[in-house]
């Protein structure tokens, strides 16, 4: 009888790669997705660290977990939990402690191992004993070339992993301890999953890393390709329409990288180039590598080869030792970037990171007022872009049915949602838009969306 599994998903894209590779693993070992932890004989937690909460939600999910779990002990049956991702890397054995339900624990680099520790775990469970089993390793063999094809369409837009881990140590930041140093998946092994993919169905494809564009991947010849070169060979695999890479480093913006927005036409004109801070003491402190003047030549660069590039990034509010005339200095490296989308956070101690000890915390109070001053700047930018593409038409990847009747749910070339509303007569075929690139006209534009219709009257459906 085939086994089921759940498994939920924390923090960032690459955790949701992740996720589909170890549902990949796990088909392979006979297990069947479910959709909720109810009746499932696996629940796997793919779990981050990369601020406070994040982990804190993982415990309290495991205390809702243990009451299912001990609801089907009462029946005679088992229910594995499993914890996967940076907490599992970096808090592995306080986890066992803290959390005894857990039977599992692993870390982003093993879960190809998956089936072997499930089998220990069973064992021991089949001879009446607790079972646990911990696996954090940093494995000198690669898990990529141990990981089975992929078991189920991505659906139009697929993520692909092409680099991993971190050697930057920005002081306030687990990934490099988490996920490790860095690595490039070679050239060839990118390529062919890029064409897996492009057959299962995608059009789109996010080239994922930490630092993706620190990418340095092994070809055939012996050398090795930056993104910029990888970019223009995954453009000529049939069917990939649009290409989007993910998150950057300021420091390793390339010349070729930025060359790439500019001759090849299926990137995607958006970025997300994650600043932190405007303040240059604090970039400093941060261990960033890059000065605010840097990134503003940086983004004049870029808009330079593509007018029209759509900006994101992360800032961080409230590092130890930020002063009101610092956090000023992020203000106006906002309003002089001009952001089409950002994400925004207080200042969390990481344990284990260098900033976590450093004497100048900032209050709590302070930093929720400097995250809401900000918050307040990026959202009035984002709405204003977001306000001048009505009357607009572009292309549209259409994804999946929309939360309303009669509306499709696609995205932009900007990485904009679009709710697309369509006539009865379309609505009854919107399948065959599914997976398409189609030319919307934007009518309203709101604070995370745009709505729209599509654009070619004479479209009927093959
Ligand atoms: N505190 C707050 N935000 C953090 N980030 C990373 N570490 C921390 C931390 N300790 C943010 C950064 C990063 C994003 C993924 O999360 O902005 O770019
Ligand atoms: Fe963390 Fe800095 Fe590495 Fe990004 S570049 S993953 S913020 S250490």
Not at 56 to 78: N, P
Not at 231 to 237: C, F, N, P
């Amino acid at each position: 009888m085939s086994k089921s599994v759940f498994i939920k998903t924390y923090g960032c894209q690459m955790n949701v790669y992740d996720s589909q590779r170890i549902g990949d693993v796990l088909a392979a070992d006979g297990y069947t997705a479910v959709d909720g932890p109810d009746g499932a004989d696996l629940v796997v937690l793919n779990t981050c660290h990369i601020r406070e909460k994040a982990a804190e939600k993982v415990y309290s999910e495991v205390g809702r977990l243990k009451a299912l779990k001990d609801a089907r002990r009462a029946e005679g049956r088992t229910m594995i939990i499993a914890i996967a991702g940076c907490v599992g890397q970096a808090e592995g054995p306080e986890m066992m402690r803290r959390a005894p339900a857990i039977d599992l624990v692993l870390g982003p680099q093993t879960y190809h191992r998956l089936p072997a520790l499930l089998a220990r775990v069973e064992a021991a469970h089949a001879e009446g004993k607790p079972g646990r089993v911990l696996d954090t390793d940093f494995p000198a063999d690669d898990k990529f070339d141990h990981l089975p094809g992929e078991a189920t369409a991505p659906g139009p837009s697929a993520f692909l992993t092409v680099q991993e881990g971190c050697d930057k140590f920005c002081t306030f930041c687990v990934v490099p301890y988490t996920r490790g140093a860095e690595m490039s998946r070679p050239v060839a092994a990118v390529l062919a999953e890029a064409g897996r993919l492009a057959g299962l169905g995608a059009r789109e494809i996010t080239l994922l890393g930490q630092n993706v564009n620190a990418y340095h991947g092994a070809r055939a010849d012996g050398g090795s390709a930056d993104l910029g070169e990888l970019i223009h060979r995954v453009a000529e695999i049939d069917g990939i329409e649009r290409i989007r890479y993910t998150t950057s480093h300021p420091r390793d913006m390339t010349a070729s990288l930025i060359a790439a927005h500019r001759d090849v036409p299926q990137l995607m004109p958006y970025l997300h180039l994650p600043v932190q801070a405007g303040s240059d003491r604090i970039l400093k402190a941060m261990n960033r590598s890059h000065s605010a003047d840097d990134y503003r030549r940086i983004v004049d660069d870029l808009r330079a080869a593509r007018p029209d590039i759509a900006l994101s990034g992360d800032f961080i509010v409230g590092f130890p030792g930020e002063t009101e005339a610092d956090f000023e200095a992020t203000l106006a490296l906002v309003r002089d970037v001009t952001y089409a989308q950002a994400y925004s956070f207080k200042y969390s101690p990481r344990p284990g990171t260098p900033a976590s000890v450093l004497a100048d915390q900032v209050d709590e109070a302070e930093k929720s007022r400097r995250l809401a001053a900000l918050q307040t700047l990026l959202d009035s930018q984002q709405q204003a872009f977001n306000d001048a593409t009505v009357g607009r038409r572009f292309d549209v990847l259409i994804e999946r049915p929309g939360r309303r009747p009669g509306q499709i749910l696609g995205r932009s070339p900007y990485n904009q949602a679009v709710h697309v509303t369509l006539d009865d007569q379309t609505m009854s075929s919107y399948h065959a838009l599914i997976g398409t690139v189609f030319p919307v006209t934007i009518e309203a534009g709101g604070p995370n969306s745009l709505s729209g219709r599509i654009a070619a009257p004479q479209w009927t459906a093959a």
